[in-house]
């Protein structure tokens, strides 16, 4: 067999998970820059083995225990519905996906149920939404070998379990997703996870607010798992990332020739999402032209893709987040008022870490646990004066500014004892030792309460400092004017204040 660069030799060996993803992906493409493309996103949490055809990617099963395929359709010799068809007879276990260009291929549609292909994938591809295709092959691969289900075949874009894997699946999930996020019982974010778990119940589009980095996406997660919709597709979309043009293909997909680079037809995410639900994150950011397709999207059920004559009816739940004041928007014309409630018929705000430094130490705790994880290291914990650092510091970049700070201390750590405070970066331990000794330090507080008057001192003597300027008082501390106002009402420091009007 002629020598592939992308493909590593290697032992036969026992089925032990060795990424985070705990599955084995063997990826078959002839051509190598769509090999090497997809090899390179999955291998951030796979193991992957890719071959260029059919008859290496056999030899491989002989001798290797893979848990997904993920098989090109157009291949010279025998094609990939063909040789998933093979694949059925001889290694029915693995979790069989094909990728293709062709979104409405006779040949796929005809041998979806002999091949017994779980999903397909149209190119062009996004990472994000094939990582996505492929956690839940190998998620399903793993709950067929506990509970001992049959293999599971689907026709593509159904991706139904049988009942026995949905049921657990879907009772995990709904423990799992809202656990992920880690908040102390005193935490307002208590508040905000009750009505998250609340939205799981009725079939109503939720406006999830928050700075950015505050687990936005997680919490619309969540309530897509916790839902009736849990068995079907959750997919996400940046709408600040992309221009108009391009993000009604994303959203509503086009026909071939609809616009100047649509060189096939492409499936929008709102039929890919036909049952689920659709997290539209950044929404703030589309312009007034898309608003109005949105807006007819969300009234009449219906999308009508880029170039095509006809409209299609989807049944899709929508969740959106955004970091901006909307309602600000509306007043000020930047946003629609009647698309802002259509999208917010459901308003969860998410509180950002300034305001709930209880939190900081059990976040930090659990990024920690991945840390180690992804880094392979064993450090134990976090020095008290480094808690003490993180808690007393405002995190504007939120839980993501949190996770680079912990990932950057690990990378300096040289041994596993608890991280010190000296591995902190400037900007966050600066604070912390040159702040003039508080007059409580020498009361018997615990940590929460010492923590919360100092905070409450900077804050008294910034605003004292500035003359109770509330947006000068905001932008110097790192916190948004409504955190800061929440702070002022809860130390009590309302005195003095000039009205927003005279900011």
Known sequence: MPHDPFREPRAHRQETPTRSGGATVLVIDDEIRSLEAIRRVLAEEFEVISVRGAEEAAEVLTGEMVQVILCDQRMPGENGVDFLKRV????????????????????????????????????????EKLIASVREAADLYRLQRETGAAPVEVKPNQQRLTRAVADKRKAERRIWEFDRIVHEPTSPVAAVLALGRRATEYDISVLITGASGTGKELLARAIHHGSARAEQAFVVENCGALPDELLESELFGCKKGAFTGAYQDRIGLFEVADGGTIFLDEIGETSPAFQVKLLRVLQEGEIRPLGAQRTRKVNVRVVSATNRDLLADVDAGRFRRDLYYRLAAFPIHLPSLAERPMDIPPIAARILDEVNHSFRREITGFAPATIAALTAYEWPGNVRELYNEIQ?????????????????????????????????????????????????EVIAETLDRLGGNISRVAAELGLSRVGLRAKIQRYDLKRGLEDDDRD
Request: glycine share 6%; no cysteine; charged share 25%.
């Open 408 to 456: 950057r201390m690990v990378t300096l750590a040289d041994g596993d004892g608890p991280l010190d405070a000296h591995l902190l970066s400037p900007r966050i331990a600066t604070p912390v030792t040159s702040t003039p000794r508080p007059a409580f330090v020498g009361e018997r507080l615990q940590l929460k309460d010492r923590v919360e008057a100092l905070e409450r």
């Open 88 to 127: 059925r007879d001889l290694w029915p276990d693995p979790v069989r996906m094909i990728i293709s260009g062709y979104t409405d291929s006779d040949d796929i549609i005809a041998g979806v149920n002999e091949a017994g292909i779980y999903h397909y994938i149209t190119k062009p591809w996004h990472p």
